[in-house]
């Protein structure tokens, strides 16, 4: 029975990207309003899903890793108007199957947050009360670690970072498509805070951009910097095609903070023009945190 699930799992639950976006969603399904994402070597050391939303009952926690378990349809006229993005009960369960999990939760009517230990069938081990505000948190470790071969799979830093676009495409697409949310993607200690308004809405120009609307400030500075621009232009395109150049310059702002160390801003006089020291690109060792969401006034 152990390999079966094993395979099973391994079937439901295929990626680092995957598993972040099965929690996401499940932290969406909880009305997060916020949810931050933290990667420890690409995910394969740890993944951390944490969030703001309503939590897990007591009453549900024995049975949330269970497989088919799920608060969210009761009757089959559920299954006709779902609203959420998952139904199957399947995730949490898979995840357990394939790597060591631990959840944190507090509902509104708990006083305080319990952390629980997950075993391989999803059973709780054990539980213990934890410092968390309300909102589940879920922690998961050693991805693949009985998937050798899975794993071995990302044993290239090639396909490691690959991964990591993946996350960060999917941290985007949320941002889009939800401007309201608060997310954050945590992988080495550069803090981007970002504003991406949907082309076409309020709050975007409704004549074409122009350079000048999209703000770009590293460590609270305003700078200027060519391929951070030009990566937010291919951004916008591919997300959206038929906008027609529209958004060839989006209207957007993208805070980044990097450790003084890694950037040099006295390039030129002004200080506009920076430097960022290559460390802060995408490098194993280094840590990224990559943050997509709503500010309310910029724009
Ligand atoms: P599904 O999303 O299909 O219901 P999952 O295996 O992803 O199944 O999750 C199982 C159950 O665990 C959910 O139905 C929900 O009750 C609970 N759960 C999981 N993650 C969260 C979360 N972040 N916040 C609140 N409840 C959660
Ligand atoms: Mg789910």
Redesign the pocket.
């Known amino acids: 029975p152990d390999t079966v699930r094993l395979l099973s799992s391994s079937q439901v639950i295929t990626s680092v990207a995957n598993v972040v976006k099965?929690l996401m969603e499940?932290?969406l399904?909880?009305g997060a309003s916020g949810i931050d994402v933290k990667l420890e070597n690409y995910g394969l050391d740890r993944i951390e899903v944490r969030?703001n939303?309503?939590?897990?009952k007591a009453a549900?926690t024995p049975v949330?890793a269970m497989r088919h378990?799920?608060?969210?349809i009761c009757s089959h006229e559920d299954l006709e108007r779902l609203e959420t993005y998952?139904?199957?009960?399947?995730?949490?369960?898979s995840i357990c199957a394939v790597a060591e999990v631990a959840v944190t939760t507090k509902t509104e009517e708990d006083e305080i947050s319990t952390q629980y230990t997950l075993n391989f069938t999803g059973e709780i081990v054990s539980q213990k009360p934890s410092h968390l505000g309300q909102g589940?948190t879920?922690s998961v470790l050693k991805l693949f670690r009985n998937l050798p071969v899975r794993r071995q799979y990302y044993s290239s830093t090639k396909k490691c970072k690959e991964e990591l676009k993946k996350v960060q495409d999917l941290l985007m697409a949320y941002a889009i498509i939800k401007p309201e949310l608060r997310l954050m993607l945590v992988h080495n200690k550069i803090f981007l805070d970002g504003f991406f308004p949907k082309p076409g809405a309020d709050y975007s120009s409704t004549s074409s951009s122009s350079p000048d609307k999209t703000f770009i400030f590293i460590n609270n500075r305003p700078v200027h910097h060519k391929d951070i621009m030009k990566l937010l232009r291919q951004h916008y395109t591919a997300q959206y095609p038929d906008d027609q150049g529209r958004n060839r310059y989006p209207n957007l702002m993208l805070k980044i903070t990097v450790t003084p160390s890694s950037v040099d801003v006295n390039l030129t006089p002004d200080k506009t023009q920076v430097l960022l020291h290559n460390k802060v690109s995408i490098d194993p060792s280094a840590e990224k945190e990559l943050s997509c969401g709503p500010s309310t006034k910029e724009g």
């Open positions: 099965e499940n932290s399904d909880a969030d939303g309503h939590g897990i549900d949330m378990f799920t608060s969210k998952g139904f199957r009960g399947e995730a949490l369960g589940t879920v």
